[in-house]
Nanobody, 122 residues
């Protein structure tokens, strides 16, 4: 189970930090990711992180502005979002990949939380 929090309404240029509290005995051994979706559009890959946190991956649209991290002792994954733009407006989902070795696209993820809304105004 994954529960996201931290979304909200901000102006362009602001920052937000999303959190994802996960449960499960294998959390610390599994990569995790963030996806996002705008109504009437397909879900989009945002970022992913390996179980150790030693490797991270980002979509081109957020690279350099977003940072994914995790705290395995708290079973929590974070997404630090800086310099937010109106095009970042979406529901953000914490997600777990189906295979520990593949986590670079939406199809690699098999489960996710309920999502948290992020709205960025210009």
């Amino acid at each position: 189970q994954m529960v996201e929090s931290g979304g909200g309404w901000v102006q362009a240029g602001a920052s937000l930090r999303l959190s994802c509290a996960a449960s499960g005995r294998t959390f610390s051994l599994w990569p995790m990711g963030w996806l996002r979706q705008v109504p009437k559009k397909e879900r989009e890959f945002v970022a992913a992180i390996t179980w150790s946190g030693g490797f991270t991956l980002y979509s081109d649209s957020v690279k350099g502005r977003f940072t994914i991290s995790r705290d395995n002792s708290k079973k929590t994954v974070y997404l630090e979002m800086n310099d937010l733009k109106p095009e970042d407006t979406a529901v953000y989902y914490c997600a777990s990949p189906k295979n520990s070795g593949r986590f670079h696209q939406v199809a690699d993820f098999g489960s996710w939380g309920q999502g948290t809304q992020v709205t960025v105004s210009s």
